[in-house]
């Protein structure tokens, strides 16, 4: 095979990757991209009687899965919390896959394996920690769960060999923590009433004086509070929870403080934004994921806990047939320190990323994607045809479109809210038809619908929030018509 | 960035995949590793001063980091459960994490949910199952996770709110089984006493009469039994459990049937070799990893359920942020039949790889492996110098290296089980020094170390079977000297 013809059209994707005359979103249906993919010579379906696909129909296949995809490289896709991958980022992914091995041992993966120590021990000193442990994850979703399941043995290290006895442990997080939270105490065999759910201010930012109420009940009913999930960085509003009271009342209850900043730790990096941060050194652990707004492709999740050897005692079985005391260098294995056996090397984007940025072009890309968000931000509180939905924290902007018979905006009502929330999915339609722009809609709180703009990809620039603005004024007067 | 020149040494390496003349492993300790890469300019660790590398010094660390890791492509790299990528699914994965977005919802991944749903749908057909319910993992460990959280809560749906209640669980899987099953005893909450380990024969293959003996201790201790995790293609031995017998006992006596098949299920690609995986078309679920046999890159592992809708059932919180009901197509979204959130497209590579490749290019890549083996394990019985470990199956061979004091071999005594133990670390750490081939080594059963080499590469030839075996008995008689 002419591997070059191959990746041909992949490393075009990437040099055009800024450009803007082109669709985000096909917004085909499964029988259109089916009908598509037949008609090249490469139907989606598989069968036992299928001929291999010679090269140029390989290559045909390809090129339709770009043009066919969703377009998450260019500068006004707004719709998901990772934007702008950079290119560096995806060289290192056909790196790995090209040598193809598996973090589990040092033997298999001698350079990742330091390259993971490497990348784990700079993050964790950007959190203020010291000693520490760590662990790369297929996603926040795992962060998150290890968290969970550091802090059930911490309380009760019999669970271990004995499996959880029905003990009524309680965890804290907010309203707007990150839904694998749930599936977490759920697949952890705590249940899905183990997760208190504490409420937030308007900006989606977890209440102290909630939590220490929430606390209090729950030992008033007996039951056993063990963990407390701050956010850094909720997914649709971008607040930070508030660490050094988190912290206060995680020690005064002797409660395992986790803090998800899968998508807010990187403003670690940023001098003007690291504030947003502070009292991180006093978390047990931290989730933080490079996939989201420091543009390494997917997956690319940190899970880092303070106490060295926390993930060992958690997780080890040793399999003799792969973690060998008699082997050089065996202290390296990181495979006793995960649930995973196989891992993919993903601190070698991670790596990479870093040393073709610099600290410095981390915290350039954040300062970017914020100062869009506070003008997006400024724009839309002067133009009574939009009204924000929560005031703007981090790169998060929530806002509606007004229609016209509502101008201006004189506050919610029941009526208000059914026209706005019936409202954003037929705007959303009518932008995906045009396919100059992508972003996403949610309630919030039980309100109407509103709209994301999530600003993360560096080529975005201030026309382009400008332009996408009027492009959702455009589409909100097409949804009416 | 000069896309082309950071690439060129990623070509270069899939082009010379099959080369003898290079090293597999270079063995270097993490100073040496570290020293080298700090002298070509791009040091390993990560600092607040560090400046941008430029182009050319990221190539070098590029061109360091295939030179430095182990070369998994090579025809005599024989260490692993996978190896041989194809280039293919190399290019599937470079496709991905430029396209870079999730598996979550179809809006974000319409064409990958349609490949993803193509490649499980002939999967499942290749089981012999009609309807189906499935998802890609990150790895078979998630697998044998999920299908235990799914058999638990067909027992005891109440699970999922109230948590587990500490009633005696147990589930049934062989000697042989996968540590993540152990792994996955403990993260659920079950606690590992819930996992009881059955005998195999001298194959590592689970025995009907013991697991029916398990079985009905298990009963009269009043503990209760709800899960069969049978085997096909243990790691070490590549036995496969026999699956009608098992079905026959899990269906008396109410139990999930598991089948993880992480390694050997791919046989049912070849007509040859599929009658090892006999009786799966009665299991209730199924791993499947496409990154073992098949030669598609780190992760590509397949999850399939038989029962429609049991995903969804155990997993799905409906976030109102992701799978808003009133978005086109939202019933295509996989992200609630899965514990994770972002989720990479592995489902893109598996499926030009296939394309590529067809089923008979699949089948074909198996027979050539199960033919290298046999060919290993006659040589092997007929040499002097060699001595079996275990009968051989599927495409593993486990052997000793025998001294020549002790040929011809008499058979296993205490004293020979020590001297045996303690060679095999030193025959591989002269292996290792030679990087001409890679296998691993590992106690089976308590026996003493022995080596194990897994055919899987279809580039590996009969020539490079004769010749690794010489260059073991040359390293034997090296750790002798």
């Excluded at 394996?113 to 520490?132: C, F, I, K, S, Y």
């Excluded at 899905?192 to 102290?208: H, K, M, S, Y």
């Excluded at 934004?273 to 989201?292: T, Y």
Aim: hydrophobic share 50%; proline share 6%.
């Amino acid at each position: 095979m002419d591997l070059d013809e191959l990746v041909r059209p992949i490393l075009e994707l990437l040099r055009g990757a800024d450009a803007r005359d082109v669709r985000i979103s096909d917004l085909a249906g499964p029988d259109a991209h089916a009908e598509a993919f037949t008609a090249l010579g490469a139907s989606l379906s598989l069968g036992p009687g299928d001929a291999p696909l010679d090269l140029a129909a390989l290559t045909r296949a390809i090129e339709a899965v770009i043009a066919r995809s969703v377009r998450t490289l260019h500068p006004r896709f707004f719709n998901q919390n990772f934007a702008g991958a950079d290119p560096i980022a995806v060289v290192g992914d056909f790196l790995g896959a090209a040598l193809n091995t598996t973090m589990a041992t040092y033997e298999a993966a001698p350079v990742f394996t330091l390259m993971e120590r490497a990348v784990l021990a700079r993050l964790a000193a950007l959190a203020g920690w010291g000693a520490h442990d760590g662990v790369f994850v297929p996603g926040g979703s795992f962060s998150n769960l290890y968290a969970l399941q550091l802090a059930r043995l911490r309380l009760d290290p019999d669970a271990r060999e004995r499996g959880h006895d029905g003990a009524p442990l309680v965890a804290f997080a907010s309203t707007h923590a990150h839904y694998s939270l749930e599936k977490s105490v759920v697949l952890l065999g705590l249940g899905r009433r183990a997760l208190v759910e504490v409420d937030c201010d308007e900006r989606g930012q977890l209440r102290p004086d909630a939590l220490a109420a929430a606390i209090d009940l729950a030992l008033a009913r007996g039951q056993r509070p063990f963990f407390v999930g701050a956010t850094a960085g909720t997914t649709v509003l971008g607040g930070f929870d508030p660490l050094p009271a988190l912290a206060d009342l995680a020690k005064r209850h002797g409660l395992w403080l986790h803090v998800d900043g899968s998508f807010g730790a990187s403003a670690l990096f940023s001098p003007a934004q690291s504030h947003l941060m502070a009292g991180v050194e006093r978390a047990d652990s931290l989730a933080w994921n490079l996939h989201k707004m420091l543009g390494v492709t997917q997956q690319c999740a940190a899970f880092l806990v303070q106490k060295p050897g926390s993930l060992r005692a958690a997780f080890a079985t040793g399999a003799s047939y792969l973690f060998q005391p008699d082997k050089p260098y065996a202290e390296l294995d990181s495979g006793d320190a995960t649930f995973q056996c196989a891992r993919r090397v993903d601190a070698l984007k991670a790596w990479l990323t870093w040393k073709a940025r610099g600290e410095a072009g981390f915290a350039a890309r954040i300062d970017h994607a914020v100062a869009l968000a506070d003008h997006c931000a400024a724009r839309i509180a002067g133009d009574p045809r939009f009204c924000l939905a929560a005031p703007p924290s981090w790169v998060n902007v929530c806002f509606w479109w007004i229609p016209p018979t509502l101008r201006p905006f004189a506050g919610r009502t029941p009526e208000t809210d059914a026209a706005l929330h019936a409202l954003a999915p037929r705007i959303k339609a009518a932008l995906l038809r045009r396919g100059e722009a992508m972003l996403a809609f949610q309630p919030i709180d039980g309100g109407p619908n509103c709209f994301r703009l999530l600003f993360i990809n560096p080529a975005t620039q201030i026309e382009d929030v400008d332009a996408t603005l009027e492009l959702l004024d455009a589409c909100g007067r097409e949804a009416l018509a």
